[in-house]
């Protein structure tokens, strides 16, 4: 059974190369493993002669098998061997039990467990041994090389690897809480004796592994890992499309393996940005990450198992963790916490510290990576535009250079529906990619603008100065992530005014006793005429459009009313009707155009008045013709359009 495990290990030549479908190695695995390790609740046949296991010297035995010289005592017996189980009395025959004598066939009913499970337990430690030791540092494989030389696993390896894991997902899946055959114990503590090697296996493959498509071999048997709850029953096919959430039951799972979640998921989503999202397979393996932690229920378990680590070892009493966001009981809780505190002791070893990934550093990382995968997506989209006008004008051409290129043997339509499949796939998967992590981790979607011409990713992006915000009654506010952006100094805050903007803070470029002469002018100016101001705005036909080319337009603004409780302070919207504004007319660059003007047209000759007139006179006669030619242009407003009407009162004051 050794050299059959180590068959697979060895440098690849003609011989141990798995071809799929035509090998038979995993063919004689899938036998083995059925054989030894069963999971429809039987156990392996007994053998045609009993063993003899004493537990203790002279226990069962007659007095020549006592004898230290007997030949036969040193052949019937069991080599030492380390148990996998937690409990290695298994392996010791009950005392009652009678025993036939050696190499006669036994009645299974008579057969110790430990006859019945030494063989199972046995083939169990070799393949561990000798197929996931050969990834850890600290291995102890006859087949590895040294620390310093540990050699790339190769996707055969890794094949069998994924094989085993699933065979032990199913055959600890089919035991229960209670010993009904003798194989129950040894399928509790199956996972549990290979988590340290596992979590070995994945740390190093993650962190030596390519960046191509070849990784996705990797990443499936690390999904296939965590996702014990796809292999229960044996007999029903398992769908990557099944929607069925994640049950409580399974909380306990999570705890005991947290680090094999998170830990070995931040090694993870940190190579997505050294890859080609724009390629349909990277694409994909993203949307496989997001689609199994995107499972109803599996983020809540991942949430109340960190929420022990956070704690640390606080004591029963301590203040519950803002993480835990399930209803356990209290005593359940406290066992949630203790396995996951026993599974980071027992993996890293005592003194390590647990960073949880729905904390903010790491979902920040996670928001980059959303960035990142829109602009991919974006890139992905606009090729496909591309590809698609191309199309059109090839085809509006006729159908002779098709005709030609067929003639020739040209293969380029192929070609571009191959291509053009690529793209659809790729922005299928990273669509529904920042759907589901946006959820589970609680993100802003990432907002696109197009500045210049050019559509950019300016919310929680690589590179983006701007904190984590979203809409709420009161306009953008900073979410409690966007705050510790903030903090951090990983992000500038946003500062915008939105007051009122007639009394906005006066700037270097404007002359400050102008500003405020000028805005008492607008104000008297507003109040005597605000009707009809406001009518004239709403008015169709070419003076309504010579109103909206002179007026102020209608805006709103925000106002910060302080709490006198000492509360948060609260905005109140506010909104301004059409208006005059004068302003523009104190900016200090405005005043040197018009200084200049004044004095070109007074060394031709004219006084300062007479060139104010004149200049009054062209701007009249620009500002008419301008409405004259968008009345003539521009399309009838629809009567859908509502940006004319009114949200508050007229602020005007009657005058009798």
């Not at 169990?124 to 996931?132: A, D, E, K």
């Not at 040209?410 to 793209?423: F, H, K, R, Y």
């Not at 900016?587 to 300062?608: D, R």
Request: proline content about 7%.
């Amino acid at each position: 059974m050794f050299t059959f495990s180590v068959y697979i290990v060895q440098p690849y030549t003609l011989d141990n190369r798995l071809v799929a479908g035509e090998s038979l190695y995993p063919y004689i695995l899938e036998d083995y493993l059925s054989y030894y390790l069963p999971c429809d609740g039987t156990t392996p046949p007994p053998l045609p002669f009993q063993l003899s296991l004493p537990s203790s010297p002279g226990q069962g035995l007659s007095p020549q098998q006592q004898m230290p010289d007997h030949p036969a005592s040193s052949t019937l017996n069991t080599p030492a061997r380390k148990s996998l189980l937690r409990h290695p009395s298994l392996l010791s025959p009950t005392p009652a039990t009678p025993r036939p004598s050696p190499m006669t066939p036994a009645p299974a009913s008579l057969l110790p467990s430990g006859d019945q499970t030494w063989r199972s337990e046995t083939i169990l430690s070799i393949f561990s041994s000798v197929w996931l030791t050969q990834f850890s540092a600290t291995s102890s494989s006859p087949t590895s090389a040294t620390s310093s030389e540990l050699p790339i696993p190769v996707s055969d390896t890794l094949k069998i690897v994924r094989m085993l894991i699933k065979h032990l997902h199913y055959f600890s899946n089919s035991g229960g809480p209670s010993d009904i055959t003798p194989l129950d114990q040894l399928k509790r503590a199956t996972l549990p004796g290979v988590k340290q090697q596992m979590y070995s296996l994945f740390k190093y493959i993650f962190g030596h592994w390519p960046h191509d498509t070849s990784f996705r071999l990797v990443l499936e048997t690390w999904l296939s890992f965590i996702q014990p709850w796809r292999y229960t029953d044996r007999g029903r096919p398992v769908a990557d499309s099944d929607p069925a959430p994640v049950d409580g039951r399974w909380q306990g799972w999570v705890a005991e393996n947290i680090l094999l979640y998170s830990e070995v998921l931040r090694l993870l989503l940190p190579r997505f940005f050294r890859m080609d999202l724009t390629a349909s397979k990277n694409a994909y393996m993203l949307f496989r990450i997001a689609k199994v932690f995107s499972q109803p229920g599996l983020s809540d378990l991942i949430r109340s198992a960190e929420a022990g680590l956070e704690r640390g070892g606080g004591g029963r009493m301590a203040m519950p963790s803002m993480l835990d966001t399930s209803n356990l009981a209290v005593e359940d809780r406290e066992g949630v916490y203790s396995a996951a505190r026993a599974c980071l002791l027992e993996l890293e070893g005592q003194g390590a510290r647990y960073s949880p990934v729905f904390g903010n550093e790491f979902r920040q990382t996670v928001g980059e990576l959303l960035a990142s995968a829109e602009r991919a997506n974006d890139a992905a989209s606009e090729t496909l535009k591309e590809i698609g006008a191309s199309k059109g004008k090839g085809e509006a051409d006729g159908t002779l250079v098709g005709l030609i290129q067929w003639m020739l043997g040209g293969s380029g339509g192929s070609q571009d529906t191959q291509e053009v499949e690529e793209l659809r796939k790729t922005v299928q998967h990273l669509t529904s990619s920042l759907g589901s992590l946006t959820e589970v981790f609680s993100l802003a979607i990432p907002r696109r603008e197009d500045v210049d011409g050019v559509r950019k990713v300016v919310m929680g992006g690589r590179g983006s100065n701007e904190p984590e915000m979203v809409e709420s009654d009161n306009g953008l506010v900073l979410t409690p992530h966007g705050r510790w952006q903030v903090v951090q100094g990983l992000a500038k805050p946003v500062i915008r005014y939105e007051g009122d903007p007639d009394i906005s803070p006066i700037t270097h470029g404007e002359v400050v006793w102008l500003v405020r002469a000028l805005y008492q002018a607008s104000l008297w100016l507003n109040r005597r005429w605000a009707v009809q101001l406001h009518t004239a705005w709403g008015r169709g036909g070419v003076w309504g459009r010579v109103a909206r080319l002179v007026l102020a337009p209608p805006t709103h603004y925000y106002t910060v009313v302080k709490s006198i409780s000492g509360g948060p302070a609260s905005r109140q919207l506010h909104r301004h009707n059409a208006r005059i504004s004068l302003r523009s007319l104190a900016s200090k660059k405005v005043l040197l155009y018009l200084t200049v003007y004044c004095a070109l047209f007074m060394l031709a000759g004219y006084s300062i008045t007479s060139s104010l007139t004149i200049l009054l006179v062209l701007i009249s006669i620009f500002v008419l013709a301008t409405a004259f030619i968008q009345s003539l242009t521009q399309p009838t407003p629809s009567l859908l359009d509502t940006s004319d009407l009114v949200l508050g009162e007229v602020e005007d004051k009657k005058t009798n």
